[in-house]
Each structure stands twice: as structure tokens, then as C-alpha cells.
């Protein structure tokens, strides 16, 4: 399920006011959310020292770093870090994962209202975490927090066809039979057509960046019946389900995994990094 904004002075528009929400729920469970939640391919660190500059003695703004799941492996490349979460228990599970690391310092504060510092950052980073910022404020902050010539740098994962591909099918009668907002017929789509297009044109829009480079990846990970309920347990979506929706999905979804799948899936990823420059 798709993840948006956290900005609470627009809750009378009931987009926002979702997403809102939605955005609140990681927070209620720092720590299931530190242990199921993956990272990312050792490549994706590479492409970004080479296109984003986020290297050796590097200044980077990460924004929204959750408990680190980037973090840990961009401090550990040497880079300088202030990584700013919403969240004051995934800031807190944050920090200690970060304990070692003298060259980091997490914020507990909104992307929107942080005041930016006065020296200015090589590169914003964003993991799995852009499109919860206000679309209103993210791509002009981001500008600013930036030298010239700097980059914003931001990762997307989504969930595509592949792995136990005949369990993603199946699955999808459990959702429609306990969440209401589940389309009919729901598909995984294929990697190769999905396109970063819609994050290009706005960061065309904002007339403050540069062309958009982009490099995907694809990762399969594998679950058991416990690791991807847990997993599920840390959507932001199905948080928002009421509790006995909840129970009964994920009751649903364990019974097709143990019956049917012998206790294990896979689950394949799209990871795509889209870096543009600060003109």
C-alpha cells in the first residue's frame, strides 16, 4: 500500500489528512519496524558516491532515515550526517543504531518546519521516505538545503511481479475479502514497466534542479510465515486497518503461506535512486 505526506496544517483537505495519519502509524512500533524492515543493495551506495557525491567526508541531509536503514551504511562510507525523522521512537531506535558513528546526529523534528542550517549540504538523501513530505514544500526545501551544484538523491521501492509469484495472486482474495479498498483483480506490475517519470517531471516543475538520473535494481527476499507477517506489520496501510480487520487478514495471509507454500515466500523488490542537481 502507498505511503505519502506528514504535514499537519492540512488536515482539512482529506488527501492530506490521510496521509497524515498513515505517516503516524511507523512510529507506533520503532522496533518491529527496525527488525523486518530490509535495506538496500550495496550497488545503490556505490551509485550514489558516484552520482550523488555521498562519500568519504561528504555533508549529507538524510530526510525521513526511519532506524537508520540507510544511514548505518552511508555513515559507514565515511559521509557526515544529520538525518532529520518525524518519528520520535524510530529517531530513538536511530540513534542507537548509530551509536558508533561520531560523524551523525539525528533530529526528532518534521522535514517541513526543521529550520535549515546555515551551511549548506553535497547531497539530500531520502530512502523510502520523499513522498511523505508535503509535495507543496519537498522539492523547494530540498533546493535550499543544497550548495549549488549539489544533489537530492531519492530511493523508491516498490513490490513487483516475481519471487512465489502464484502466493501474490492468491493472496490478493484476502485483502478484498478484509479490506475494503482493495481493487478487484489487483495485479503486481512488472518491473520493466514501471517508470520514474512522474518524479522527473516534478522535479522539472520545480525549475530548481537539473536533469534526473536514474538506476534501478531489482532484490528478492525471502519470508517466513512469522517474518512476513511481521513485515506486513510495519506497512503503513495495513496499521490503518481496524484491529479485527487486521487480525483477519493477516490470520488469512499466514494460512495461505503454511498451507500452500510450505511456510516461505518471496518476495521481489524494484529499488530505483533518481539523483538530480541543484542548478
Not at 155 to 184: A, M, S
Amino acid at each position: 500500500m502507498p505511503d505519502t505526506t506528514r504535514h499537519a496544517e492540512r488536515d482539512d483537505r482529506p488527501e492530506e489528512s490521510r496521509r497524515v495519519r498513515l505517516s503516524r502509524t511507523f512510529d507506533e512500533d520503532a522496533e518491529l519496524y527496525d527488525r523486518s524492515r530490509p535495506g538496500y543493495p550495496p550497488q545503490l551506495y556505490d551509485d550514489l558516491a558516484e552520482l550523488a557525491g555521498a562519500g568519504p567526508g561528504s555533508r549529507v541531509l538524510e530526510v525521513g532515515c526511519g532506524t537508520g536503514q540507510a544511514t548505518v551504511p552511508l555513515a559507514g562510507r565515511g559521509c557526515r550526517i544529520t538525518a532529520v525523522e518525524a518519528g520520535p521512537q524510530m529517531a530513538a531506535v536511530a540513534r542507537r543504531n548509530l551509536a558508533g558513528a561520531a560523524a551523525v546526529e539525528v533530529v526528532t523534528a518534521d522535514f517541513e518546519s526543521w529550520p535549515l542550517p546555515r551551511e549548506p549540504f553535497d547531497a539530500v538523501v531520502s530512502a523510502t521516505a520523499f513522498h511523505w513530505i508535503d509535495p507543496a514544500i519537498r522539492m523547494a526545501k530540498a533546493a535550499d538545503a543544497l550548495r549549488p551544484g549539489g544533489a537530492l538523491a531519492v530511493v523508491r521501492t516498490q513490490h513487483v511481479r516475481g519471487g512465489t509469484e502464484e502466493f501474490f495472486v492468491e493472496v490478493q482474495r484476502c485483502y478484498e475479502h478484509f479490506d475494503p479498498d482493495t481493487p478487484p483483480g489487483l495485479r503486481l506490475p512488472k518491473a520493466a514497466d514501471i517508470h520514474g517519470s512522474d518524479h522527473a517531471e516534478e522535479v522539472a516543475r520545480s525549475g530548481r534542479f537539473g536533469p534526473t538520473v536514474f538506476r534501478r535494481y531489482e532484490q528478492d527476499l525471502t519470508y517466513t510465515t512469522t517474518d512476513y507477517l511481521d513485515l506486513l506489520r510495519t506497512y503503513s496501510g495495513h496499521r490503518a486497518l481496524p484491529e479485527a480487520a487486521r487480525n483477519g487478514l493477516l490470520g488469512c495471509i499466514g494460512h495461505l503461506i503454511d498451507e500452500r507454500h510450505d511456510g516461505r515466500v518471496t518476495k521481489r523488490y524494484l529499488i530505483e535512486l533518481a539523483v538530480s542537481h541543484r542548478r
